[in-house]
């Protein structure tokens, strides 16, 4: 992550792969690749094959903490 980002966009591990693509996995993981980091795995394939993205609209919440994880529990308590 830059220490001093342009936006507030997030990549999230959220993927979807054709039924073409996921051969590649074996193939990834068989040169060494690290099978660990998900993201590397989209920089192997861009190469080899499109890559298409989609922006999510709406908030995003960054529940990598117990107080964050309460913090987006609290926010949500009032839709029900």
């Known amino acids: 992550k830059p220490p001093e980002p342009k ?3 997030a990549g999230i591990a959220l993927y979807y792969f054709s039924r073409e ?3 590649l996995f074996t193939t990834y993981i068989a040169a060494g690749n690290n099978p660990d ?3 590397r795995f989209i920089q192997w394939l861009y190469q080899r ?3 298409k993205t989609f922006q999510i609209k709406g908030t995003w ?3 990598g903490s117990k107080e964050t ?5 609290q ?3 009032h839709f029900n």
């Open 75 to 77: 926010i949500f308590a």
């Open 61 to 63: 919440f960054d529940i």
């Open 69 to 73: 994880l309460e913090e987006a529990n």
């Open 21 to 23: 693509v996921v051969p």
């Open 7 to 9: 936006n507030t966009m």
């Open 49 to 51: 094959k499109p890559v």
């Open 37 to 39: 980091q998900p993201g």
